[in-house]
């Protein structure tokens, strides 16, 4: 890859990369550092795109492989691990959204967050998931019945 | 959501803690990139880790130390010391005989994964992996591979797959063949103990550097299939208790299980959290855990195991869970853990934990 294209990627997916590590790992610094492997990656790849979209999935899909190894490698992680680095409360009125949704189980929390946030459509959540559109449905459905328990604005959801 | 709050606040938060500028992200690419590639290897040949006592695909064969050292091979366990030398405990495990050899090879694209062998003890079991990378330009630039495995039961893996995760080992390389590695992997007790049908399935092997093919993880699918007879596997003494009560003055603990192995010594205690001081009137646990492990740690931290008068102190202190849900104890229960070093719970004559000057006996 070229360094132009390159750093056009960066500029263009940096956050697309960076919240769906946050979203698995619910840690800015881990999902910094894995956000940063991620690109690494992306430089030495020697494949190619057949477009932007197809570059996006592509690194949503190594993004979340690097998390599920991030995971599988620590040891002595509890059934529900506690959300290690949510923001602060006092911080931003809009970190509450951030705080609720993080702390949905991992298998809502990212269809949620693709759904909302990348605006993926089932079809597309399932292909980058490798799931039945179906449970991806069931998924993105419970999700939305957890959250609406939470939070209790009915307008934001 | 609605004028999509869910994403500003994302982009907020993207925007206040990935600081990183194109400029450095390009010089951090730039530097991991690999630079050259000049490497020239042979081709080797197979063996396995531990002895040649390879049966048919399926058998688990079981072969005490003593008889492996009356047929000429040598105590097994010096074999395990050669690539897992840190790991005294296991090799002692399979010097008493409490080993299994398996010898099932499976190819899956550039890879041959043997599962060797299963040991360790009824708490902490071990699978015993060899991995050959077929491609030997990949192998020379890797010293270690990152193995990933589901264990489980057939119907688990059939039906309940997405309930679990994968455990995970890294392996080192052979001495002497450039392109093999060997892998010591934990295991789940819960599916590999009294004589249980066990399914491996090797879903991943990783590598930390991929110059030629830019990949780093590599699927495979490898399913391998064994029993686990009772003596591959040393014993671990349980026990459950249901008359300790143990205060810090915030929290009531009440201590429930106990393990002792080979690697370690286990004591459970479970609490309730809703209505305590610590959780200040707080239903939901998550938002108080902090406290609660800190006053888990600092009482713990002072417990004291003795063991026929020889004293020990505490390894590791483990983070709560709380099982809002019932599924493993009642709903809002909560449970947490910590360690001592292995003891002789068996043949222990007096077992006792020592908390601020209180004594309570185990055994």
Redesign the interface.
């Known amino acids: 890859m070229t360094?132009d294209k390159?750093?056009w990627a960066?500029?263009k997916f940096?956050?697309t990369v960076?919240?769906v590590i946050?979203s698995y790992v619910r840690n800015?610094e881990d999902?910094?550092e894995l956000?940063?492997d991620t690109?690494?990656?992306?430089?030495?790849?020697?494949g190619g795109f057949d477009s932007d979209e197809h570059m996006k999935a592509w690194l949503i899909r190594v993004a979340i492989?690097s998390c599920n190894?991030h995971?599988?490698?620590r040891k002595?992680i509890?059934?529900?691990p506690?959300?290690e680095d949510l923001?602060s409360e006092e911080m931003?009125e809009?970190?509450e959204?951030?705080s609720i949704?993080m702390?949905l189980p991992e298998?809502y929390r990212i269809p949620i967050?693709l759904f909302?946030?990348e605006e993926y459509s089932i079809a597309e959540i399932a292909k980058i998931l490798e799931l039945p559109e179906a449970t991806v449905k069931t998924r993105l459905k419970r999700g939305r019945d957890k959250l609406k328990n939470t939070l209790r604005k009915e307008?934001?959801? | 959501?609605?004028d999509?709050?869910?994403?500003?606040?994302?982009?907020?938060?993207?925007?206040r803690?990935?600081?990183?500028s194109?400029?450095e992200?390009?010089e951090?690419?730039?530097s991991?990139?690999?630079t050259e590639r000049n490497i020239t290897m042979t081709g080797t040949s197979k063996k396995h880790l531990i002895g040649k006592f390879i049966g048919a695909a399926a058998a688990c064969v079981i072969i005490s130390g003593t008889a492996a050292s009356a047929m000429g091979y040598g105590p097994l366990g010096d074999s395990f010391r050669r690539f897992f030398g840190k790991d005294e405990t296991t090799a002692e495990i399979i010097d008493e005989g409490h080993y299994c050899e398996l010898g099932q090879d499976i190819t899956d694209g550039g890879f041959t994964v043997m599962l060797d062998s299963v040991t360790g003890d009824r708490s902490s079991p071990k699978l015993l992996f060899e991995v050959t990378v077929n491609d030997e330009e990949l192998a020379a630039k890797n010293d270690r591979l990152?193995l990933?495995a589901y264990i489980l039961d057939e119907d688990t893996y059939q039906n309940r797959l997405?309930e679990y995760?994968?455990?995970?080992a890294w392996g080192e390389k052979d001495p002497e063949v450039n392109n093999m590695y060997h892998v010591c992997m934990d295991g789940p007790a819960t599916f590999m103990i009294n004589n249980a049908d066990v399914l491996a399935a090797v879903k991943q092997i990783?590598f930390t550097s991929d110059?030629v093919?830019?990949k780093?993880?590599y699927d495979v699918d490898m399913e391998f299939r064994f029993t686990v007879p009772e003596q591959a596997l040393k014993e671990t003494a349980y026990e459950y208790y249901d008359d300790i009560n143990i205060s810090s003055g915030n929290v009531d603990y009440e201590l429930f299980y106990a393990e002792f192995g080979a690697y370690d010594s286990l004591l459970k205690v479970k609490y309730d959290f809703l209505g305590t001081d610590l959780a200040g009137g707080e239903t939901d646990y998550?938002q108080v855990?902090?406290k609660f492990d800190n006053d888990w740690h600092e009482l713990a931290g002072n417990f004291i195991l003795t063991v026929d008068g020889v004293e020990y102190a505490p390894k590791?202190m483990?983070?709560?869970?709380?099982d809002t849900e019932g599924e493993a104890f009642d709903a809002g229960k909560c449970s947490t853990w910590m360690t001592f070093p292995s003891v002789d719970f068996t043949s222990a004559e007096s077992v006792t934990l020592t908390v601020n000057g209180q004594v309570y006996d185990l055994k």
């Open positions: 360094d390159f750093l960066y500029e940096r956050n960076y919240s946050f800015t999902a910094s956000s940063q690109f690494i990656k992306l430089y030495t790849y020697d492989n190894n995971f599988r490698s002595h509890s059934a529900s506690i959300p923001p931003h809009t970190d959204i951030i949704v702390k298998k967050h909302y946030y307008d934001w959801l | 959501m609605s999509n709050k869910y994403k500003k606040a994302m982009n907020d938060v993207c925007d803690n990935f600081n990183v194109a400029a992200m390009l951090k690419a730039r991991a990139a690999p990152h990933f997405d995760g994968m455990w995970d990783s110059p093919n830019r780093f993880d998550y855990a902090d590791e483990g983070y709560s869970y709380c």
